[in-house]
Nanobody, 125 residues
Framework: VQLQASGGGLVQAGGSLRLSCGPSGRAFGSYATGWFRQAPGKEREFVAVITWRNGIRFYADSVKGRFTISRDPAENTVSLQMNSLKPEDTAVYFC???????????????????WGQGTLVTVSS
């Protein structure tokens, strides 16, 4: 299974970008699809996750109120709308799908089953 993340680019601080991930998991029975990011020299960190069955969302504190994750079952895609971007949001963003149940902070671990190749987001100050 190969996930494809797209939509990254260069944006000024305060701007917006929309990332897309497809096929994002529903077609192969995943429980949830999430977004992670990795800045240069830092560990990969959780950003947001959404479950396929009932659309439950969970966000990292650092993006809460600025980012919105959504799913489109018809298109089998998951999007990440990023508003009010900050230079510290600069990173390679990855989408990932997990087959098993998770809840809350349990969804922030890296134990996802399928990963995309990443898309670079650069926020200039």
């Amino acid at each position: 299974v190969q996930l494809q993340a797209s939509g990254g680019g260069l944006v000024q601080a305060g701007g917006s970008l929309r990332l897309s991930c497809g096929p994002s998991g529903r077609a192969f029975g995943s429980y949830a699809t999430g977004w992670f990011r990795q800045a240069p020299g830092k560990e990969r960190e959780f950003v947001a996750v959404i479950t396929w069955r009932n659309g439950i969302r969970f966000y990292a504190d650092s993006v809460k109120g600025r980012f919105t994750i959504s799913r489109d079952p018809a298109e089998n895609t998951v999007s990440l709308q990023m508003n009010s971007l900050k230079p510290e949001d600069t990173a390679v963003y990855f989408c990932a799908a997990r087959l098993n149940y998770c809840s809350g902070y349990g969804c922030s671990r890296l134990d996802y089953d399928y990963w995309g190749q990443g898309t670079l987001v650069t926020v200039s100050s």
